[in-house]
């Protein structure tokens, strides 16, 4: 009986890993002022717990963050850039376009 209970409850964890899928939202960071900005900007977002990957743009003025919305959120990683001494936004996608928050 232990091994059953066991058994199921592996099997519920590995379920509910296959059902957690990373997000990735675009960053509107206006103010970066330098090619140095965005080495700042990454550097605070990669800090943020469950962040796996960082882009950030200092032509574009964006930073493009894929992270696990179970761990964490847009508004965490808002608030990591603003910490930094970067404010920003979410950026939407223009109309047409594919994006995900």
Do not use: Q
Request: hydrophobic share 45%; net charge positive.
């Amino acid at each position: 009986m232990k091994f059953l209970r066991s058994a199921a409850a592996f099997l519920l964890v590995i379920a509910t890993a296959a059902w957690v899928a990373p997000k990735t939202v675009t960053l509107s960071v206006p103010g970066m002022t330098c090619a140095t900005c965005p080495i700042t900007i990454k550097k605070a977002l990669v800090k943020v717990p469950g962040v796996t990957h960082v882009e950030v743009s200092y032509e574009a003025l964006e930073a493009v963050v894929t992270f696990d919305d179970a761990t964490t959120s847009t508004d965490a990683l808002i608030k990591a850039t603003r910490d930094a001494g970067y404010p920003s936004t979410v950026k939407l996608p223009k109309k047409g376009e594919r994006g995900s928050l």
